[in-house]
């Protein structure tokens, strides 16, 4: 399972120059950089962010030497592809080559970004995970709603609690402070002569 999302572009072809891509060779120079959109580059590759890795097909055309690699490093706008991980599919090792080498690829080779079925893997693989995150979350996201709710009757039935008891509280208070006051004060008193 490889959860990652390498990058892909379209029409991207160019061949091998300068020197041949030997078996077992880790890195390759080509004729022109891959593009987004014919004309910027793609973005760096790096060996510890899978997310940016490009798979590119060695003769794409020849049933016998078509061999699969990922390119790990990789400068944007550049043509050299390095940190190459040879025979990603494991064909020439079938065929008779030893493990993880490859095989030779001569001066003028086509090099092709396609489509393969390594990025639909990958892209289910990210959709999956996702999921089972996103599960996890919703059932995570209730679990602790319940628990928060049940929390907030309780602290909210208390809090209401308090709050009547120190209503009761203050009315006492007023009520004895105003008959405190009340007793203190003389009495007066009303005398009607009858004559």
Do not use: C
Request: net charge negative; aromatic share 6%; no cysteine.
């Amino acid at each position: 399972m490889a959860d990652r999302a390498t990058q892909i572009v379209n029409f991207y072809e160019t061949t091998i120059t300068n020197s041949d891509f030997s078996a077992g060779a880790t890195s390759f120079t080509v004729g022109t950089t891959p593009t987004t959109n014919g004309s910027t580059g793609i973005t760096s590759a790096t060996t510890g962010n899978q997310n940016s890795w490009v798979y590119l097909v060695i003769d794409p055309d020849s049933t016998s030497n078509r061999e699969i690699v990922v390119v790990k490093t990789h400068s944007s706008g550049s043509t050299t592809f390095s940190d190459v991980e040879r025979d990603y599919d494991g064909r020439q090792e079938a065929g008779g080559a030893p493990a993880d080498t490859g095989i030779s690829h001569g001066i003028g080779t086509t090099v092709r970004l396609a489509v393969l079925a390594q990025h639909i893997n990958d892209q289910n693989d990210r959709v999956a995970t996702n999921i089972t995150s996103l599960t996890t979350a919703v059932s995570d996201f209730n679990t602790n709603s319940a628990a928060a709710i049940t929390t907030f009757n309780s602290n909210g039935a208390t809090a209401i609690a308090s709050i009547e008891t120190d209503f009761d509280n203050l009315e006492t208070s007023l009520t004895n402070t105003i008959n405190a006051g009340l007793a203190g004060k003389p009495s007066l008193g009303l005398v009607i002569a009858l004559g």
